[in-house]
């Protein structure tokens, strides 16, 4: 196993994927490959494990069978630092409590995910040009304490987007928004993905589904 993370243009490959709550199953066998390049939506009635299946994709939960890799790596048996890592690296999340940090502003809050980026013009840069796709341009200073929940929404986008992590987890990112700013959610996704990375969306929504280039049902 390499020491640092799952290089962007791995593929996420489920083999047997269990998992179970005491006696309740939420599904077993879970068989999936999903390739850089391909943005994937994640279907299935309330309660079937959208949220779970990501989270365990996301180092958040463990599965109780089966292996799941992001390309060579093992992301059933990581050690703590290997995981810290990969999480820092390689994943992005896009959940619906957005993880902002509430007293910082939106620049602070775009400007910690770049961890590799040394050079303070080209990290403004970045905030710059992302907060122009997500409509947030001049907002730099307003602290993400005041902004609405539909406004968070796009800081946590933003924050993906200088970011750009090699494996996405989506989890209903169009629920709290208009029509317009979903379909830009979806189009920002979808430039990621066509970056090399792995996109998957846990959603209700035909149109994202319909978005995406393959569904995983639940
Ligand atoms: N830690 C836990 N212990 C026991 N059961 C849990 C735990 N976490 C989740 N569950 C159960 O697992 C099931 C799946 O939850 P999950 O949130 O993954 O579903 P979902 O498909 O994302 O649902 P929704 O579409 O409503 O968001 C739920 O019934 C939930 O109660």
Not at 16 to 37: A, M, N, Q, S
Not at 42 to 61: A, W
Request: glycine fraction near 10%; charge should be negative; hydrophobic fraction near 40%.
């Amino acid at each position: 196993m390499h020491d640092h993370h799952c290089l962007p243009g791995a593929p996420i490959i489920a083999i047997g994927l269990g998992k179970t709550f005491g006696k309740r199953t939420l599904w077993h066998d879970l068989t999936f490959r999903i390739e850089p390049g391909q943005m994937i939506a994640l279907t299935g009635p309330s309660g079937s494990g959208k949220s779970t299946l990501l989270n365990i994709i996301g180092l958040l939960d463990h599965a109780t069978a089966g292996t799941l890799k992001c390309g060579p790596d093992d992301l059933t048996a990581m050690n703590p630092r290997h995981a810290r890592l990969f999480r820092k690296r390689t994943l992005g999340y896009l959940f619906q409590d957005y993880a902002l940090i509430d007293n910082a502003d939106i620049e602070q809050n775009l400007d910690v995910a770049m961890h590799g980026t040394a050079n303070r013009q080209d990290r403004q840069d970045r905030i710059s040009r992302a907060l122009d796709r997500v409509g947030l341009n001049g907002r730099e200073h307003d602290p993400v304490y005041r902004l609405s929940g539909g406004e968070q929404q796009r800081v946590a986008l933003a924050r993906l987007i200088v970011k750009r992590p090699g494996v996405i987890l989506a989890d209903e990112p169009t629920g709290a928004l208009d029509h317009d700013n979903a379909d830009m959610v979806v189009h920002t996704l979808r430039d990621m993905a066509e970056n090399g990375g792995v996109v998957i969306i846990a959603t209700h929504s035909d149109h994202v589904a319909n978005a995406c280039d393959d569904t995983i049902q639940l």
